[in-house]
């Protein structure tokens, strides 16, 4: 593919998936992950993992994952044509529903619309979470964090962020 049919298609992608993230870039991760690793191959599925994981260290919004991608696909030009299609797409559309979303308060749809879209954004979160488990534990040791940080997070009181240090020290020993 050429340069400008690569960034041509990292527009369509970014822009495309952009409009399906309701509550936020977690919930395309599937989507993202498909076409990136399985479609057009730009990266791999440990790269996905790794791009993800830097994308969340760094602070700032969580689609800073499409930049990584962008720019492993097609450089600096690659990097900014997927951080303006995930951004302009849905801040547009924002700025039209928040103009309408004020007129309907108390409206009978607005409550339908909120409450049909909690069950779907949490569906979203746990088919990209399934996502990133298949592309970043390999062995059973990592799935073994991955699963006792799930524990932790989910059954206990204990900050997960003890579990992501401890995920730290096993792959500074070499454990993964």
């Known amino acids: 593919m050429t340069a400008a049919g690569t960034l041509a298609e990292l527009a369509r992608v970014f822009a495309g998936v952009s409009l399906l993230g309701f509550g936020g870039i977690n919930t395309v ?4 992950h498909r ?6 191959r730009w990266i791999t599925d440990r790269q996905f993992a790794d791009l993800y994981a830097l994308s969340q260290a760094e602070p700032g919004p969580n689609s800073f994952i499409a930049t990584l991608i962008g720019y492993q696909a097609a450089g600096v030009a690659g990097a900014v044509v997927s951080t303006m299609g995930i951004c302009l797409p849905p801040a547009a559309l924002a700025y039209l529903v928040a103009r309408v979303w004020g007129r309907i308060r108390g409206s009978r749809w607005r ?3 909120q409450a049909g879209l909690t069950p779907v954004v949490v569906g979203l979160i746990t088919a990209s979470a399934l996502i990133l488990i298949r592309a970043a534990d390999h062995s059973a040791a990592a799935f073994a964090v991955t699963l006792g940080t799930v524990v932790l997070a989910y059954g206990t009181n204990v900050n997960p962020l003890w579990a992501f240090a401890v995920a730290g020290v096993l792959g500074l020993a070499g454990v993964f």
């Open 35 to 40: 076409e990136a690793v399985e479609a057009a």
């Open 111 to 113: 409550a339908a619309i």
């Open 29 to 32: 991760l599937p989507e993202i």
